[in-house]
């Protein structure tokens, strides 16, 4: 890399999201990866990836447990696009023994158990598909809760050995459904049924009036709010300068 992360994040600050992504494609000679979990913000890349025909690998995890609005998306977005989403899966062996232990319920039995669950269906299979990737492209914004709020365009994963890109990191809702109208991008119909943040379906609830945008996430437990992609040693990843 040619440039610190705090010199990245002031050239791509005042990018527009097509430019920003062609501007990292031309920048990072590596493989760059982003993964999608078909949400809002999520469909909004992939379509400037795909609709600029990017040399940008799609990913995203079947978790087993998504929601099957969210495998309607996948395929409306595969054929809008025509444009194939690799998809990545848990190990069998591993979530076989999970659920015959434990139980397929066993989130709702303790934090720990769900947060094994978690990185079975998502964070292994997620290292699997960085794997040799010089970038991560993901859909986080600062504005979807309180743990968030500090996003950077640029930050390290010093666990992963890449940089992390959030090109949509100051975008409101109203620009990201503003551009879903404009380009005609698919979306997940749950975001119409109080559902701005959708991951496993035993995992996401629709949320309230005044509520974080990830509010509805493994609600029971009282304000988690990640799954653990995101984290380092339990804390998000606020790594931003080199």
Not at 87 to 94: D, L, M, N, R, S
């Amino acid at each position: 890399m040619t440039a610190s992360l705090e010199q990245l994040n002031a050239q791509y600050q005042d990018l527009g999201l097509s430019l920003a992504l062609t501007a990292l494609r031309e920048h990072f000679k590596g493989r760059i990866v982003f993964s999608t979990s078909l949400g809002l913000e999520d469909q909004v890349i992939t379509d400037a990836i795909f609709r600029n025909g990017l040399d940008i690998d799609v990913i995203t995890l079947d978790t087993g447990r998504n929601f099957p609005e969210t495998y309607k998306t996948l395929e409306e977005t595969q054929r809008k696009y025509g444009r194939k989403i690799k998809v990545f899966y848990p190990k069998t062996e591993v979530i076989e023994q999970y659920a015959t232990e434990k139980g397929i319920n066993a989130i709702y039995d303790s934090v720990a158990l769900r947060k094994e669950c978690c990185a079975i269906r998502k964070i292994e299979p997620l290292n699997r598909a960085l794997e040799g990737a010089e970038v991560w492209i993901t859909g986080l914004r600062a504005a979807q809760s309180a743990n968030r709020s500090s996003l950077a365009l640029f930050e390290a994963d010093p666990a992963r050995n890449l940089v992390k890109f959030n090109p949509l990191q100051a975008w409101s809702t109203e620009k990201l459904w503003a551009y879903v109208r404009q380009y005609e991008v698919p979306f997940n119909e749950l975001h119409q049924k109080g559902f701005p943040s959708i991951g496993c379906a035993p995992c996401t609830r629709a949320i309230a009036a005044g509520e974080d945008e990830r509010a509805g996430r493994w609600w029971w437990e009282g304000g988690a709010q990640e799954c653990g992609l995101h984290l380092e040693n339990g804390q998000l990843v606020r790594k931003k300068a080199a």
